[in-house]
């Protein structure tokens, strides 16, 4: 049985969502392993939008067992205000169909007052964070003084470990110059929803040993992309996990031979919000037209997301980080209209040609692509449903992309609407 994990190739907003719920219909159970509500899915059905941030983006489909890993981490006065906005619009949301993990980290104020104060210390080199408080509870975790959800089933310990963390916490808030946080409050805080949290819990590893055994389907749910990755991405300015295939397993409580299909959400041309190197940025009419056409705006915080020409020397280097049997090459509609289009093909930096993207945040900086120039199509793509509605060139800018990642396009991605897809190869199936 062939599970499958999706992964973003570039710096997020890849499609995930969409390409997830589509594929959800395949499998069984759908899996987030990573990130928290930084993210924000969107997927379109029959012309209504879902908002995803926490909840798996197969929640939406009847049947599934959505399930939230333990390498999330959870803010749970987000995740209820998440389960109620979909339930107002007809969403069943019930312990029987989403499970969080007893072993996720929860996300507490103190966090998010933290990533902002850290935000502002920053000054010029701020890394543009969702301001959701992700950076500080995995820096919590790691530091082991984490609040995780199984600590709601036991207040007296909840309440020790919380004055410990905001004994430790306040200090450095109070040296930024910002108000302290109250252990009272965040402790009245979390009992007020402890026995709503609480009634999804549950022993994730063993839930999906036990689909795993009875042969049942599991797509993992990335989040975030492959250059927003902590360690593989373009470090600092990165979110803080790993956003890579490998994390699937980490992050839910499965072996690595539980992911035989690596499928990494690849967008046509690429953007990235928040700040950070971008070798391929087109800060100029073409990033504006991208940006208009692909309505490039953060589902999260609303912010404009910078828009450049495709960098298949960042996709080939994902590709073989993650392992990646194929791709879903997604917005493809937003190129239409363009005379020529430009692939980055490999990168100079002072005198040499490199066809990898250094470590080095100053490397980073300083490449400069090389830019191979394909002729464009002028007729729409929009919706297209079949490989043989696609215009020639169009066709053949598909195909190069193939040849320079060293990867094939498993799925097509033509709109936002979730049956605007063209399947070229089922990820489920060996
Ligand atoms: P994610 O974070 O990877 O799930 O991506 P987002 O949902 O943040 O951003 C992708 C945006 O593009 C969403 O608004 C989708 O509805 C939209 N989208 C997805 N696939 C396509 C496509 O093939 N064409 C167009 N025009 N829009 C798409
Ligand atoms: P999805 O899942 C795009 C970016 C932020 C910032 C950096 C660190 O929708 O693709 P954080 O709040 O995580 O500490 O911010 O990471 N970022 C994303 N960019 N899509 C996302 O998620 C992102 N999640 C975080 O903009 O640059
Ligand atoms: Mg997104």
Redesign the pocket.
């Known amino acids: 049985m062939s599970n499958v994990a999706v992964i973003?190739s570039q710096?997020?907003?890849?499609g995930?969502g969409k390409i997830v719920d589509w594929l959800s219909s395949r499998a069984d159970v759908v899996v987030r392993f990573q990130?928290g509500h930084?993210?924000?899915?969107t997927l379109v059905i029959d012309g209504v939008e879902y908002k995803l941030n926490l909840l798996p983006s197969g929640i939406v489909r009847q049947g599934k067992l959505s399930i939230i890993g333990n390498g999330v981490v959870v803010n749970p006065w987000c995740l209820l205000k998440e389960i109620e906005t979909l339930k107002e619009k007809g969403v069943r949301i019930k312990p029987e169909n989403l499970m969080l993990a007893e072993n996720a980290n929860l996300i507490l104020p103190v966090h998010q007052a933290l990533?902002q104060a850290m935000e502002i210390t920053r000054g010029q080199n701020k890394?543009?964070?969702?301001?959701?408080g992700?950076?500080p509870c995995y820096e919590d975790k790691v530091a082991r003084r984490g609040i995780r959800v199984c600590d709601l089933y036991h207040p007296e310990l909840l309440k020790e470990k919380l004055t410990k963390m905001m004994f430790h916490h306040n200090i450095l808030l109070k040296g930024m110059g910002v108000d302290p946080v109250d252990v009272e409050a965040t402790y009245d805080k979390l009992m007020e929803i402890s026995a709503d949290i609480l009634s999804y819990t549950g022993v994730v590893w063993k839930v999906l040993d036990e689909a795993r055994s009875e042969n049942k389907k599991i797509l993992f749910e990335g989040?975030?992309?492959t250059m927003?990755d902590i360690d593989h991405g373009t470090y600092p300015?990165?979110?803080?996990s790993n956003t890579v295939s490998s994390q699937a397993a980490a992050g839910s409580g499965v072996g690595p031979d539980a992911v035989k299909f690596v499928l990494g959400i690849t967008k046509a041309y690429t953007t990235?919000?928040?700040?950070?190197p971008f070798p391929t940025e087109q800060d100029n009419e073409v990033g504006q037209r991208l940006g208009e056409r692909g309505k490039e705006f953060?589902?999260?915080?609303g912010?404009k997301r910078r828009c450049g020409w495709f960098d298949a020397v960042m996709v080939r280097q994902a590709a073989k980080i993650n392992g990646m049997s194929g791709i879903a090459l997604t917005k493809l509609d937003v190129l239409d209209g363009l005379d020529e289009i430009k692939i980055c093909v490999g990168y100079k930096l002072g005198d040499k040609e490199i066809n990898h993207c250094p470590s080095s945040q100053i490397e980073q900086a300083e490449v400069e692509p090389i830019y191979e120039t394909v002729e464009g199509w002028s007729e729409s793509t929009y919706g297209a449903r079949s490989w043989a509605e696609l215009p020639a060139q169009a066709v053949k800018y598909v195909r190069r992309i193939e040849e320079l990642i060293n990867t094939p396009v498993t799925l097509l991605s033509t709109s936002p609407e979730r049956d605007d897809t063209i399947l070229m190869h089922d990820p489920f199936v060996d």
């Open positions: 973003g710096w997020g907003d890849e995930k990130g930084n993210a924000g899915h990533d890394i543009g964070t969702t301001n959701r992700i950076g989040a975030q992309g927003l300015y990165v979110t803080s990235r919000v928040g700040t950070g953060g589902t999260n915080t912010r």
